[in-house]
Every structure is written in C-alpha cells, then in structure tokens.
C-alpha cells in the first residue's frame, strides 16, 4: 500500500516517487519543474498510485514517454513530446497501459483525414492538443500524439465517424402530362428556398444529423418514410435529408433524380402532383339577338387579348394608333366579314 499526500509538491518529488514505484528510470528536461497536487486520504495498491500519479502528470501537461523497457523520458509543460523517443502504434490492443504518451496511426476506410483532424482537434481544444493530431491525405490515415488514455477514447471516435456514406438512389420519374424541364425548374426553386441570400453558410459544413421521431407529423410538416419503417420528420426548412440532384431528360419528358432513399416518396409524389390532370372548362354558347356574331367576335377578341400580345385564332384585327376609333371599329368589322366569308 503507498501514501499519497503530495499537496502542492515538487514535480521532483514526485517523480521520484513514481520512478520508485515502476523500478524504471527517469529522464528529464530542464523544462520539468512546478507544483503538483496529489492528496489521497487513504493509502492505495501500488498499481492504482501508479496510475494516479501517472493521470496527474497528464492533467498538468507533463508528457511520460517510454524509451526503453527501464527508462521513461519526461517532457516538460508546453513542449511538444515528438521531441522525445515517441513510440507508434496502430493497433489498439498495442496501446501500453497507464497514461504514457504514444503516437497512434488511425487508418482511415471512409473519412476524409483532413475533415476528421479539424473535428478532433475541436474536441481535444485545450493546452497539449496544438500539432497533436497531423492528418496524412495521400494515406488516408491520421497521426495522433496523445496519452494512452485519451487515445482509446479517440480510437471509439474515430470507429463511429470512420463509416461508409449514406447511401443513394438513381431514379427516373416519367411524367404523362406536365414539360420535364418546367417541373425541374419548379423544384429546383423549391428546395433552394431555404438557401436565401442573407443567411450565413459554410463551405462543406456538416448538416446537423436529426434523430427519427416516431409517430405522427406535426400540422406544417411532411413526414418522409425510412428505412428502419420509421417516420423522420421534416420541417419547411428542411424539405430533404441531405442533398439532392435533379435534372431534366427533355427527349424522354424524364426527370432524373438522385438523392437518399427516404427522400424519394416525397419527391415522387410532388412530381405527381406536377403532372396531375387539369379539366378544360365546357364551353358557353350565347345566343345573340340584335348583333352579328362576325362583329361581336372581334371586340371580345380584343377585349380579352393582353395588350401587345399578337392575336391569334379564327379572327385577325389589326388596328392603326393614328386612326381614330370609329375608323378602328369599322376596320376591325371588316377584318370579321371578310374572314367570315373565306
């Protein structure tokens, strides 16, 4: 059993505790100095004050690294360990018990090196992780500098971001009645709606991941069906889960759709409702009593036509601006005899 009642001790002292501990031997810099804190009431099993002191040189930036089966090198605070014999390792069950530091290679399957540096660098923030993880591109690996301890947390991190991407659908949707490429258009402005100008984004940012939520939409929001069978709620600001591509096929009257598998009920059935059938209205006959049809048929044409628009159909007014209107109207009464009588 070992005391441990240290309160505002020499680094020294305690260094030379653990080297009495561990039967190796210690090699420092001249950067080792300062005051630790290690105060535990009851007396502990070897083992365990190894580990304690061993955590407590960790917590104040003091870097144990083995050299050798016997000898320990210790770094100072606020200097980088690769100064010292670093060992690396790139399995797991060859991590060394304790807290020594060791540099770990994390070979990457799926993610980007560069992208899941920045991500652990963000986690590990703190004095110690500047230039502690170095990304490798071209391998596709991550080198880490950390104690053992912080690296098996690593290890558990990186097993859960390093999975294959979501995957994806390649669709055609034929449409029966509606133009492929006003439809495209169409959803094209719906789903960049939420993109306005304005509002702040960044490049390759990582779209936030939303749990499933099980059971019935809310009033305002479209529930798109997963895989698993569950319900995955959607907002208007969120109209997909994550990004989608579509285009026009014009020769075919297609439109091509690539986009996760839960996104395809609904981008189907709002094609659907693109191309739905619209009803012409009957037409209204109107009997006349005291006028021609061939003179009523061109003031209604006139009337209806946009202004500036060319008129088309069984009827072809043409009028002059200069003219005035009662010389307007007898021309345009001409124009519907004469086709009339052809």
Same mark, same amino acid.
């Given at each position: 059993?070992?005391?441990?009642?240290?309160?505002?001790?020499?680094?020294?002292?305690?260094?030379?505790?653990?080297?009495?501990?561990?039967?190796?031997?210690?090699?420092?810099?001249?950067?080792?100095?300062?005051?630790?804190?290690?105060?535990?009431?009851?007396?502990?099993?070897?083992?365990?004050?190894?580990?304690?002191?061993?955590?407590?040189?960790?917590?104040?930036?003091?870097?144990?690294?083995?050299?050798?089966?016997?000898?320990?090198?210790?770094?100072?605070?606020?200097?980088?360990?690769?100064?010292?014999?670093?060992?690396?390792?790139?399995?797991?069950?060859?991590?060394?018990?304790?807290?020594?530091? /060791? !540099?770990?290679?994390? +070979? =990457?399957?799926? *993610? #980007?090196? &560069?992208?899941?540096?920045?991500? @652990?660098?963000?986690?590990?923030?703190?004095?110690?992780?500047?230039?502690?993880?170095?990304?490798?591109?071209?391998?596709?690996?991550?080198?880490?500098?950390?104690?053992?301890?912080?690296?098996?947390?690593?290890?558990?991190?990186?097993?859960?971001?390093?999975?294959?991407?979501?995957?994806? /659908? !390649?669709?055609?949707? +034929? =449409?029966?009645? *509606? #133009?492929? &490429?006003?439809?495209?258009?169409? @959803?094209?402005?719906?789903?960049?709606?939420?993109?306005?100008?304005?509002?702040?984004?960044?490049?390759?940012?990582?779209?936030?991941?939303?749990?499933?939520?099980?059971?019935?939409?809310?009033?305002?929001?479209?529930?798109?069906?997963?895989?698993?069978?569950?319900?995955?709620?959607?907002?208007?600001?969120?109209?997909?889960?994550?990004?989608?591509?579509?285009?026009?096929?014009?020769?075919?009257?297609?439109?091509?759709?690539?986009?996760?598998?839960?996104?395809?009920?609904?981008?189907?059935?709002?094609?659907?409702?693109?191309?739905?059938?619209?009803?012409?209205?009957?037409?209204?006959?109107?009997?006349?009593?005291?006028?021609?049809?061939?003179?009523?048929?061109?003031?209604?044409?006139?009337?209806?036509?946009?202004?500036?628009?060319?008129?088309?159909?069984?009827?072809?007014?043409?009028?002059?601006?200069?003219?005035?209107?009662?010389?307007?109207?007898?021309?345009?009464?001409?124009?519907?005899?004469?086709?009339?009588?052809?």
């Amino acid at each position: 059993m070992v005391t441990l009642q240290y309160p505002s001790s020499d680094v020294q002292d305690v260094l030379h505790l653990y080297e009495t501990l561990t039967g190796k031997r210690l090699v420092m810099d001249n950067n080792v100095q300062g005051k630790v804190n290690i105060f535990i009431t009851k007396p502990v099993p070897r083992e365990e004050a190894i580990k304690i002191i061993e955590m407590n040189l960790s917590l104040n930036g003091y870097s144990l690294v083995p050299a050798d089966e016997n000898i320990v090198e210790v770094v100072g605070v606020g200097k980088n360990p690769r100064v010292a014999a670093v060992p690396i390792v790139s399995n797991e069950a060859d991590i060394p018990p304790g807290d020594q530091t /060791v !540099s770990f290679l994390f +070979k =990457l399957s799926y *993610a #980007d090196p &560069q992208e899941l540096a920045q991500v @652990l660098t963000q986690y590990m923030s703190g004095p110690g992780s500047a230039g502690a993880i170095l990304a490798l591109p071209k391998s596709g690996s991550l080198l880490v500098t950390q104690n053992a301890g912080v690296i098996r947390r690593l290890a558990r991190i990186v097993s859960q971001l390093d999975v294959a991407p979501a995957e994806v /659908v !390649s669709e055609f949707v +034929k =449409l029966e009645r *509606a #133009d492929a &490429q006003k439809v495209v258009d169409m @959803l094209k402005d719906i789903f960049e709606k939420g993109n306005q100008p304005g509002q702040p984004s960044l490049p390759n940012a990582v779209r936030p991941i939303r749990p499933p939520i099980v059971g019935q939409p809310q009033p305002g929001q479209v529930a798109v069906e997963t895989e698993p069978g569950g319900m995955t709620v959607l907002s208007e600001d969120t109209l997909v889960v994550g990004k989608i591509k579509i285009s026009a096929d014009v020769r075919t009257n297609r439109i091509h759709v690539i986009t996760r598998p839960s996104n395809m009920p609904f981008i189907r059935q709002l094609i659907a409702q693109f191309d739905e059938n619209v009803e012409f209205a009957k037409p209204v006959t109107r009997p006349l009593r005291y006028v021609s049809a061939a003179d009523m048929l061109p003031v209604i044409t006139q009337a209806l036509t946009e202004p500036g628009a060319n008129q088309q159909g069984g009827t072809q007014t043409s009028t002059t601006p200069n003219l005035p209107a009662q010389q307007q109207a007898q021309q345009q009464r001409a124009n519907g005899i004469s086709n009339t009588a052809s």
